[in-house]
């Protein structure tokens, strides 16, 4: 599974659960300057793969430049935009960097290349006028969620030729559920390099993707259903009509902090 779930083609999404939407700490301006409605920095882990990444979603009015410095005041993104794009300006703004596993990239240079701090977020808008977040990128990573299926703990490898293949479930219900996730990652080669040994951490919500392939008149599709939890929620019951759709079945489970940084483990049932 080394492409991200959420990158796959989707016939149907049935979104369940409660999803907290709310401000995070760490965005702030000189108040002669308008902020970005939304801005953040944020790491990714996979935990499955063993891989990291930085991610970026801002927003706001419409602009036709963006920059973002680190904590050094050096650039590390610079986006102009011109022509009639430039005359109709960009407002959501989000980017995901490549993700080399570790073997290619360890954690430990991975957290060297992007310290933690304050990262500035600047912008121009159509009319000329400043843009600006300050934003503070932390080091701590969720510990990774350890999922069961319906008690079950959670399948180490998704090929069926391989003996790792072996969560079998017998009907519905089904019920993905996992330990609620109170420390940073422990292991310092596994994407918890920079802050050993743990601290506590404070999860903002859980995201659970669930996905199967079905046949369409001949042609495969990948169907998906999605759920955003709040903190105290650590169980998700597969809807019945989505079981329905196969035998096969993938799964994400992901820890989302309160600084935005998240660890996301994937695995796999299949459906007797």
Known sequence: MKQRMTKIAVISTVVFGFAFITPLPGVWADENEILFSEAHIFFELNNTDGDLGIHALIDGDAWTKLEIEDPNER?????RVSGRLGRQGLTEFFFESAEPTFDELSPQ?????FPAGSYEIEGETLDGNELESDVQLSHVIPAPPQPYVNGLPMAQQCDE?????DVTVTGAPVKISWDPVMTSHPDPNGGGAAVQPPVDVVIHNYEVVIEVDVDVNG???TSKTTVLLPPG???VTVPAEFLAQGEDFKYEVLAREANFNQTAVESCFKLK
């Open 109 to 113: 240079q991975f957290f060297r290349r």
């Open 161 to 165: 030729d391989d003996p790792g293949y």
């Open 75 to 79: 650039k590390m993104l610079n986006v």
């Open 219 to 221: 042609e495969e599709f």
């Open 233 to 235: 929620e650590t169980e």
